[in-house]
């Protein structure tokens, strides 16, 4: 069961991430009147974000 949860939760963090990183780098407008359109600094906590998305799935996946 902690193993689906942490894949879930990986997957959802990683996908968060990545919005984040398409919003900042402006390629993403969505929504419209987001704050984070055409914002560097976003473009790195996505990153960030991402990458611990990467890390939980990973370690769901060594969890047997």
């Known amino acids: 069961m902690m193993r689906v949860l942490l894949q879930i939760m990986g997957v959802l963090l990683l996908l968060m991430g990545l919005l984040w990183v398409g919003q900042g780098a402006g390629l993403i407008h969505w929504p419209q009147s987001s ?5 560097r600094p976003w473009m790195w906590r ?3 974000l991402a990458a611990v998305g990467v ?7 060594r969890r047997r």
Do not use: N, V
């Open 55 to 61: 890390a939980l799935i990973l370690l769901a996946r």
């Open 35 to 39: 704050f984070m359109l055409d914002q």
């Open 46 to 48: 996505g990153g960030l």
